[in-house]
């Protein structure tokens, strides 16, 4: 009876924290596994997975006490009752683990960084004046995707549907571009 109250103890605490910090993560209330010890730090440095880590504790004693609390139950005796509830307990944090390190890896910076696009070609979007008149549109590939950019020329107007080049960063979003051939008008 001991034992299994100890079990029910175990998977009662591991079950509170993880529909804790669920209720905390829909309510948008930070990060609550910053804790991680992250398989010593393996995790910091680009390998492994975090083994170590609230949530991987508490799936632990989640599927440790749950699987003790069932097998006692059955009648099994608490040697084996003990061992196969390890085993679950192991398993449930090795797959939390690995599935917090999956997680962490589609965790990436999205932000375009305009000077990449320098020497790359674009297309005109809307016709970019001619220089000091103000500010066009460009589409540009920078960083594997399609971006918009303001652009200026430092000559004539440059007609839409044009393709450019970017010669320089001018601004935090405005590249100065250049025609690659003559526009069709102007032949």
């Avoid at 492994?48 to 609230?54: A, K, M, W, Y």
Wanted: aromatic fraction near 6%; glycine fraction near 12%; charge should be neutral.
């Amino acid at each position: 009876m001991i034992l299994r109250m100890f079990y029910i103890g175990c998977a009662a605490l591991g079950l509170f924290t993880l529909a804790l910090q669920l209720l905390m993560s829909v309510l948008g209330i930070g990060d609550h596994d910053a804790a991680d010890v992250h398989d010593l730090h393996a995790a910091d440095h680009g390998g492994g997975f975090g083994l170590l880590s609230i949530r991987t504790l508490a799936a632990f004693l989640a599927f440790f006490g749950l699987t003790g609390w069932w097998l006692t139950s059955l009648g099994f005796g608490p040697v084996p009752a003990a061992a196969l509830s390890l085993f679950a307990g192991g398993a449930a944090m090795a797959t939390v683990g690995w599935l917090l390190s999956q997680q962490r890896r589609l965790d990436v910076q999205g932000n375009l960084d305009p000077a990449n696009a320098v020497g790359a070609t674009a297309s005109v979007y809307l016709r970019v004046p001619a220089q000091g008149e103000g500010a066009g549109k460009v589409h540009v590939k920078v960083q594997g995707r399609t971006a918009e950019l303001a652009a200026v020329s430092d000559g004539a107007a440059i007609p839409t549907g044009a393709i450019v080049t970017v010669q320089r960063l001018v601004a935090p979003d405005t590249v100065a571009v250049r025609p690659l051939a003559p526009p069709a008008g102007d032949r």
